[in-house]
């Protein structure tokens, strides 16, 4: 069996949101709004939510699906999110590293940029990913795709707490 190499990849999305860049930053910063946009949804059951919201501090998601999307792991399956906070600016920059894991496999390991600008009264977010994904189990499209998701889940939790 030949391993397939390290796929590396950089993705940036940029959104705009109809809200102070107080209002989004505190949507990553407190635990019940991000879990509701980032690990609640239709076709998931949350087995494990918990974050320290701190420089150094670590965020912890585990989740299994229930099967039903196209190009989702099958029904039953384990996903685990292991995120460290690098930098964290209040109302301008969030900065993390994290893993994802499928079963017992590794399947990428990324830095990300969470930066906030204000626009008039809205929010630009600017969204920056560098990957690398491991034996073809992710890919780059897939997880900017899932990013481009969550950061829409943001936007009506947004919409929700206005």
Do not use: C
Request: no cysteine; charged share 30%; hydrophobic share 35%.
């Amino acid at each position: 069996m030949t391993e397939q190499p390290v796929v590396h990849n950089t993705f940036t999305i940029e959104r705009k949101y109809t809200a102070s860049p107080s209002r989004v930053f505190a949507a990553f910063a407190n635990q019940s709004a991000k879990r509701r946009w980032f690990a609640d949804g239709k076709g998931t059951e949350v087995l494990e939510f918990m974050m320290d919201f701190r420089v150094g501090g670590r965020e912890y998601t585990r989740f299994r699906f229930q099967g039903g999307s196209e190009g989702a792991p099958p029904k039953g399956t384990e996903i685990r999110n292991d995120t460290t906070y690098q930098d964290i600016v209040p109302d301008r920059r969030i900065v993390f590293a994290y893993t994802m894991t499928i079963g017992d496999k590794r399947i990428s390991a990324s830095l990300a940029t969470v930066e906030l600008r204000q626009s008039g009264k809205d929010t630009e977010l600017i969204f920056t990913e560098q990957g690398a994904f491991f034996e073809g189990a992710d890919s780059p499209q897939m997880r900017e795709g899932g990013w481009r998701d969550l950061l829409t889940k943001l936007d009506d939790e947004l919409r929700k707490s206005a």
